[in-house]
């Protein structure tokens, strides 16, 4: 979980000035997940020669879940590392450049984008493709580290299913827990919703749904103590109360819902992001606010978050940035004219 942390500089660790060595390249990507590799696949097959960097987290976020069932195209379920590392195969097989490091600083003032890696090497970049994911947010209780994977996950739509018929706790009171809550209690027996004020965030129609589901059970003002196991399983969760009272839930999955980060506060300078750091782009396409720019995958996406919307944007933002080098190529041949 750390590591998740560490993959996104802080605003104040973020570095903008380039030093060391430069290279120039027609498309860097920034991200390993389903986005940034899907958009290598097209790149690479458009013959931009694309460059990837991993980042602190290779496969990103996917390479956290166990079994990944939703992804068509794997009709008996593939685990998150393996189907990245398919992902990988695919993008190095049309010569993409994968490489390892972290974007630590960038200076998109103009093209040619200068992108710092690991605090010292520059890239000099005609167009960029970030594709840098966003991180959950974790509660920060050692407990949870413990059984992270096994009972503990940040994404209901992923791993739901392992619960069927089974008691679970989701915590949080935004429209992201609501969903997953909603979503959970179509698949197991009892949802216990934790809450840690006396009203939830959540939009009035979906905490309207949360009510009116009978398997779902809200306890509010309730903070998460500790999650309780057995034998390197989870077998409930102790919460506290305002009044200080202790409540012990018997479960076995804990879904944190408490909302994400995007990891896209070294661009914060050139690209317009929303209040919580979602870089925006222009409706339907990955155009970011810097023409030569795009973004895809959960960078940008604070509604879907699923591999395989990450995926499609991931090709979207290859065509666009090829379209992008076609034009200022034509552009530059008028000029010369
Ligand atoms: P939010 O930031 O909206 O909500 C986070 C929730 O988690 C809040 O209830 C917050 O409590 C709680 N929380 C935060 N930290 C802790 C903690 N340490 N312990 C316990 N509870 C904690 O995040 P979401 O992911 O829910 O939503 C993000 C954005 O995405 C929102 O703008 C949302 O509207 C949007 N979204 C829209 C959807 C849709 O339209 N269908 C679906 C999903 C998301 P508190 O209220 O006390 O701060």
């Known amino acids: 979980m750390s590591l998740f942390k560490k993959m996104d500089l802080n605003e104040d660790e973020a570095v903008k000035q380039p030093k060391g060595e430069s290279e120039k390249v027609k498309c860097l990507i920034i991200g390993s997940g389903p986005a940034g590799y899907t958009a290598a696949i097209y790149a690479a097959r458009a013959n931009l020669s694309p460059v990837l960097y991993e980042g602190l987290q290779p496969g990103g976020q996917l390479t956290t879940t166990t079994e990944v069932e939703n992804f068509p195209g794997y009709p008996e379920g593939i685990t998150g590392p393996e189907m990245m590392d398919d992902f990988k195969k695919q993008a190095r097989r049309f010569g993409t ?21 690991d605090n010292s090497k520059v890239i000099e970049a005609e167009s960029l493709i970030i594709a ?13 580290r413990k059984y992270m994977g096994s009972g503990v996950s940040a994404c209901a739509t992923c791993d739901g299913f392992f619960y069927k018929n089974q008691d679970v706790a989701v915590v949080g009171g ?22 840690r004020k006396d009203h939830m965030r959540a939009s009035k129609v979906l905490q309207e749904r949360v009510f009116n589901q009978d398997n779902i059970s809200v306890f509010f003002e309730h903070i998460t103590r500790e999650i309780v196991g057995e034998d390197g399983v989870v077998t409930g969760v102790l919460l506290v109360n305002s009044k200080g009272e202790e409540v012990l839930l018997d479960i076995t999955g804990f879904f944190v819902a408490i909302g994400h980060t995007p990891n896209s506060s070294i661009f914060k300078e050139y690209l317009e ?6 870089i925006k782009t222009k409706v339907g396409s990955t155009h ?5 720019v795009f973004a895809c995958g959960d960078v940008m996406d604070p509604v879907y978050r699923q591999a395989v919307t990450a995926a499609g944007t991931g090709c979207m ?10 034009s200022r190529k034509v552009a530059s041949l008028v000029s010369k004219s």
């Not at 935004?174 to 027996?189: F, N, P, Q, V």
């Not at 992001?273 to 979602?278: A, F, H, M, P, S």
């Not at 970011?288 to 030569?292: K, M, P």
């Open 97 to 117: 450049d994968i490489r390892f490091g972290l974007a630590t600083g960038s200076d998109l003032t103009a093209p040619p984008f200068k992108i710092t890696i």
């Open 132 to 144: 840098t994911g966003a991180t959950a947010k974790y509660l920060g209780l050692e407990s949870e």
């Open 174 to 195: 935004g429209d992201t827990a609501a969903e997953e809550a909603l979503y959970l209690s179509g698949i197991c027996r009892r949802v216990y919703l934790i809450i």
């Open 273 to 278: 992001r929303d209040e919580v750091g979602y």
């Open 288 to 292: 970011t606010n810097v023409e030569g």
């Open 317 to 326: 933002a290859a065509i666009d940035s090829e379209r992008y080098l076609a």
